[in-house]
């Protein structure tokens, strides 16, 4: 009988359901398939998206003819596939093409306004994905739950309605989420879980 390590135990002693959910990612990155790499950062949940792009060529396009895209984001957690959002949060970014440089730039336009500049596709994808982070405090570290990120190309007739004092209108953006997208918006999606706390690899901590 081959020799168990400690690590390969833990796996073996897993509940199903939390096994499959650490270890579909390595089989999503194996097809190309987009996925969702989660850490913890003290109590905040940090997601990155592998196969995941929202820069596709009709929107490099446009912004390489001068114009802006604007784009909504949401990363929310339930503790059932397709449940009630138990937490969520919100972004609202602006992506431009500076023609002189050949180099993208991005504006997250939440209450912590931050700007990338002279940034390539990827980069400003994933400035942008890392600025939805969710507060997980008071949050069980045993208890199953899924992650959702979204990301909507912003519809010109509702761009107004999602501008507040800070930068976006939280409950406006709250609605758009909570209805499909629209027929003919480009819109993107990928979820994971189960997933625990206590199985999350935690950020390095420097000093």
């Not at 820069?55 to 957690?77: M, P, T, Y």
């Not at 969710?134 to 501008?163: C, H, M, N, T």
Request: charged share 25%; with cysteine.
């Amino acid at each position: 009988m081959p020799l168990l390590t400690g690590f390969s135990r833990r796996l073996w002693l897993m509940p199903v359901p939390i096994l499959a959910g650490l270890m579909l990612p390595l089989a999503r990155d194996a097809f190309g398939v987009p996925s969702l790499d989660v850490r913890l950062d003290g109590d905040r949940l940090h997601v990155a998206a592998t196969g995941f792009s929202f820069l596709n060529d009709k929107v490099v396009q446009r912004v390489k003819s001068g114009a802006s895209a604007g784009f909504a984001g949401q990363l929310s957690l339930t503790t059932e596939p397709g449940g009630p959002v138990l937490k969520r949060v919100l972004e609202r970014f602006v992506v431009s093409y500076d023609l002189w440089e050949e180099k993208f730039s991005a504006v997250r336009l939440g209450a912590a306004r931050r700007a990338l500049t002279r940034a390539t596709a990827a980069g400003v994808e994933a400035f942008c994905v890392d600025g939805l982070s969710l507060d997980a405090s008071g949050f069980s570290r045993d208890r199953p739950f899924w992650l959702k990120l979204e990301i909507r190309a912003e519809d010109p007739k509702e761009q107004g309605a999602v501008v507040g004092e800070p930068g976006i209108n939280l409950t406006r953006l709250i609605e758009i989420f909570s209805r499909p997208a629209r027929g003919q918006q480009p819109h993107w999606t990928v979820e994971r879980g189960p997933l625990r706390l206590a199985d999350l690899k935690t950020a390095d901590r420097k000093g």
